[in-house]
């Protein structure tokens, strides 16, 4: 037996069903076809339910445990849980042990006859977690951009739904904090929206012509102004005075952090050009979850001041379309199609994640925020086996 083998490795083996033959035979010689190897169970039990599996011919359907040694069948004491009564098929390494199932033998098949060397090498090599996304080096990669997609935003539009219902259904009070959300880029996400939840939005709007008031509401709340590098500090203080007594508002305490930032990504320089669009583009908010196309994007940010390319992507791709999928959700309209095609007209994004997958060559931003949802969510934390992404041998040259 080869020791190195571990019982997560077999799992992700017989997940993905890398053996030499469509046909598998028992211990006892009695030929078994796989006809859906199952899904790996996250949650106590067998490893697999909901297999099917044609044993002698006959159609079984239930669970499939997998094991180094089938004697460790009675070493779990799955003999004594009830929980595998519906077992069909036992997967091992090495059959070490006849096992008895309700006194009859337990179908069992061993898997090391049917897997070759290299397969065994490159599982190990995949899920010895010491290299971040080993499998893109070893196997062909299908991905399943949809799927992806429709966790990610899914996902992007429970926070929205979150913010909306603790805003009692205020569509501008939310657009306004998800707009300081997306500004946070990741670390500063949380402060971003402790912010934006200290102000009422109709607060913006009465103050939106007076660049220097937004400043001194935005710099103020943040407890940043003296961080701001603004050239009339003193006058934005001054200011602030006056606008905390006359709004009766104080600033939260929020946790900034600066560390490990580029300089354009800190919170001082993202809260100015917050308040630039919100001065400049006092329509913005309103317009978000209005219908929109592609054209009409690139149009408003387009006006003073630009921003930059990238960062009107970003604000598209985590700001605009999140806002408007959820917006059109609770109105009954289904735009996820149109909306999601909308993505495929965005360049990949260029940030470290997405430099990740440089193998694979995003061509669009649909399909780089897919490759960020699996990093996140998969690759990171090292999920390969609940990972459903599909691996197949590489060809060789």
Not at 3 to 19: A, G, M
Not at 192 to 200: G, T, V
Request: proline content about 3%.
């Amino acid at each position: 037996m080869n020791d190195n083998i571990t019982e997560e490795q077999l799992q992700f083996i017989w997940k993905n069903q890398y053996k030499n033959s469509s046909k598998l035979i028992t211990t006892n010689n009695i030929e078994v076809v796989v006809l859906f190897q199952g899904e790996y169970n996250i949650h106590s039990g067998p490893d697999f339910i909901n297999a099917h599996i044609k044993i002698d011919n006959i159609d079984f359907w239930g669970s499939v445990e997998v094991h180094c040694k089938s004697s460790d069948w009675y070493k779990h004491n799955h003999d004594k849980d009830p929980a595998y009564n519906n077992v069909i098929l036992h997967v091992v390494f090495e059959n070490d042990q006849t096992v008895l199932f309700i006194e009859k033998y337990l179908p069992t098949v061993e898997l090391k006859n049917f897997v070759d060397d290299t397969i065994l090498h490159n599982v190990q090599y995949l899920m010895n977690k010491s290299e971040d996304i080993p499998c893109k080096k070893i196997f062909r990669l299908m991905i399943d951009y949809d799927k992806l997609i429709l966790h990610r935003f899914n996902r992007k539009t429970s926070l929205i739904l979150s913010i909306l219902s603790d805003n009692r259904g205020n569509w501008e009070n939310t657009s306004f904090q998800m707009l300081l959300y997306t500004f946070g880029f990741g670390v500063n996400c949380k402060g971003m929206l402790q912010l934006a939840r200290s102000i009422d939005y109709k607060i913006i709007q009465k103050n939106s012509q007076n660049i220097n008031v937004l400043y001194a509401i935005l710099f103020g709340q943040a407890n940043l102004i003296d961080k701001s590098e603004l050239s009339n500090i003193n006058e934005i203080k001054k200011e602030y005075k006056f606008i905390r007594i006359k709004y009766q508002i104080s600033p939260p305490n929020i946790n900034w952090h600066f560390s490990k930032l580029r300089p354009y990504n800190f919170p001082t320089v993202r809260i100015k050009q917050i308040c630039q669009i919100l001065h400049h583009k006092s329509c913005f908010l309103k317009w978000v979850i209005s219908p929109f196309s592609l054209n009409n994007y690139k149009a408003i940010f387009n006006t003073s001041p630009k921003l930059s390319r990238p960062m009107t992507d970003t604000l598209l791709i985590n700001f605009i379309i999140p806002l408007q999928l959820t917006y059109n959700k609770t109105h009954g309209i289904n735009s996820s199609d149109k909306i999601f095609n909308i993505l495929k007209n965005v360049n990949s994004e260029n940030n470290y994640i997405v430099r990740k997958w440089n193998e694979i060559n995003p061509h669009n931003s649909y399909e780089s925020q897919a490759l960020i949802e699996l990093y996140n969510n998969y690759c990171k934390s090292y999920k390969c086996l609940q990972c459903f992404v599909k691996l197949y041998k590489k060809i060789e040259k």
